[in-house]
T-cell receptor
């Protein structure tokens, strides 16, 4: 069985640009969450989607948005990129909204120059 | 606050036992999870405590005491491949996992 897949694996963008990151959850998992991980820190929660509805939002500006599709895949969109948005963006899937056991993808390494 | 506190670094020798502590300052969360992350890799789920007490999964065990706002991960029979970062994470409403800053474990021969 395929695990959580994310694309692209690496991305370089210029300040002010927009980026879309993609995530496919484990088959059968209806919950997808997004996290931002800066080097040397723990992942920071951005969003959770369950059954195509936003169930949770972290302390991130409105430049960050996401959506979940009928097949439970998800996109994270970041507008007006800042240098500080450079990070590893992780997607996690689970079978419930509580996330007692979350399965993470390998992440997208975003560099903003 | 919402933070979880972990030691930043721990060093141990191969074959030894090591305990990584996690303290927190809130109540009313679903449970405490532990994740392992190798450099550049995805966090991997290790263990979860919904209730107080000890959960054992092979060489890894995790403990939670809600009354003491404290948990720990115990790694036994350490192997070189256990060198990684370890995160405790609190499960909150809205599917939110609040992660600690992580503990970098170095296993020496």
């Amino acid at each position: 069985d395929a695990g959580v897949t994310q694309s692209p694996t690496h991305l370089i963008k210029t300040r002010g640009q927009q980026v879309t990151l993609r995530c496919s959850p484990i088959s059968g998992h209806k919950s997808v969450s997004w996290y931002q991980q800066v080097l040397g820190q723990g992942p920071q929660f951005i969003f959770q989607y369950y059954e195509k509805e936003e169930r949770g939002r972290g302390n991130f500006p409105d430049r960050f948005s996401a959506r979940q599709f009928p097949n439970y895949s998800s996109e994270l969109n970041v507008n007006a990129l800042l240098l500080g948005d450079s990070a590893l963006y992780l997607c996690a899937s689970s079978s419930s909204t509580v996330n007692t056991e979350a399965f993470f993808g390998q992440g997208t390494r975003l560099t903003v120059v | 606050g919402q933070s979880l506190e972990q030691p930043s670094e721990v060093t141990a020798v191969e074959g030894a036992i090591v305990q990584i502590n996690c303290t927190y300052q809130t109540s009313g969360f679903y449970g405490l999870s532990w994740y392992q992350q190798h450099d550049g890799g995805a966090p991997t789920f290790l263990s979860y405590n919904a209730l107080d007490g000890l959960e054992e999964t092979g060489r890894f065990s995790s403990f939670l005491s809600r009354s003491d706002s404290y948990g720990y991960l115990l790694l036994q029979e350490l192997q070189m491949k256990d060198s990684a970062s370890y995160f405790c994470a609190r499960g909150d409403q809205g599917g939110k996992l609040i992660f600690g800053q992580g503990t970098e474990l170095s296993v020496k021969p």
